[in-house]
């Protein structure tokens, strides 16, 4: 008993470094890209598009030789974004889903088509690892093509970003340069070390509890790492204005399916084929299909809350039983 509560300990205190690292991480990185005088277009995307504990998590899983934790984490907490994140502030108000191209569903349904091919191809996760780390190379160009031609901002007011440019224009010196860049290496090592105890401890829970490899992927570790998408959320419902995190939660959503995925799919190379694969897979697939439907219409509506909160129900059901 004691040694589960020690490495439950090691396993929370290590997403708290991650978590709070990884803020370090990017503030700086932001504060660079300002002292540079970087578009705040892509400093938005890539701040905004960017989930580092999910990558950092699954990673590591993968480095350890965990590859169900690794592609569960992936799938997980996409489905839990999709559903939990999207579902509470549909209580409240509608949703504006207008701002989804349809550039974005295409995307993402050629990454979902990668991540099932990959469970039935012998080295399936390295192959088509390496073609959804290309799906992310087009999204990223179509984007910064995209924002290239924008004039003006349609919903986040950049306005500060604007003045915090003229600010640091007066001040840019090599030895602010350099202390944000060692800043960041600082916080980028702080992320590897959290999540290397992050599924270290997890593997040793597994072996102490007895819970599956699926089941510690899909729920526990998708759960977790989907934290600041569900502070992001509340923060929203608070400001009355939760279609404001809609784009970067897009934009997550395509960097777990893309990057994170194709990272940890090279890595570790095979994976078992399994029920909790395919089940999670479908439901992924239905929410996706679910959201492009929903787009056409333009919003979410509180129907479509309770619609969702049933998935994630569901999703959580499912994957208990499979345990059994």
């Known amino acids: 008993m004691i040694e589960i ?3 439950l300990t090691i396993f929370f205190a290590s997403y708290l470094l991650i978590y709070f690292s990884v803020d370090f991480f990017l503030d700086n990185l932001k504060d660079l890209c300002l002292i540079l005088q970087l578009s705040p277009f892509v400093i938005g995307l890539l701040v905004l598009g960017i989930d580092l504990e999910e990558s950092v998590a699954s990673i590591m ?20 974004s999709l559903t939990l994140c999207f579902a509470l502030p549909a209580l409240f108000h509608d949703i504006d889903l207008k701002s989804i191209s349809k550039f974005y569903f295409i995307i993402l349904y050629s990454c979902l088509a990668a991540v099932l091919l990959s469970f039935f191809v012998y080295f399936g996760l390295f192959i088509f690892g390496i073609i959804t780390l290309i799906m992310y190379l087009i999204y ?30 007066g001040e840019i010196e090599i030895h ?68 404001i995190g809609l784009g970067g939660m897009i934009g997550k959503l395509i960097w777990n399916l893309s990057f ?38 333009h919003s ?3 129907t479509d809350s309770v619609i969702l909160l049933v998935f994630f129900l569901g999703f959580i059901i499912a994957n208990i039983l499979a345990t059994i």
């Open 61 to 80: 899983a993968a480095v350890n030789g965990l590859p169900l934790i690794a592609v569960g984490n992936v799938v997980g907490n996409s489905i839990i």
């Open 5 to 7: 509560l020690f490495w």
């Open 176 to 243: 602010l340069k350099l202390k944000k860049l060692i800043f960041i290496v600082l916080g980028f090592c702080l992320i590897l070390i959290g999540g290397e105890f992050l599924i270290i401890s997890a593997e040793n829970i597994i072996i102490l509890t007895g819970f599956s490899e699926a089941f510690f992927g899909f729920i526990i570790i998708a759960f977790v790492t989907n934290v600041e998408e569900l502070t992001l959320v509340f923060k929203s419902i608070k400001k009355k204005s939760a279609e």
């Open 140 to 169: 990223v160009q179509n984007s910064l093509r995209v924002l290239s031609k924008k004039k003006s901002l349609d919903v986040i007011d950049m306005n500060h970003l604007t003045e915090e440019i003229k600010r640091w224009s």
């Open 260 to 297: 994170t995925y194709g990272i940890s799919g090279i890595i570790a190379m095979v994976i078992d084929l399994s029920i909790s694969l395919i089940m999670n897979w479908i439901l992924l697939f239905c929410l996706i299909l679910f959201y492009h439907i929903k787009s056409r219409t």
């Open 300 to 302: 979410l509506t509180r």
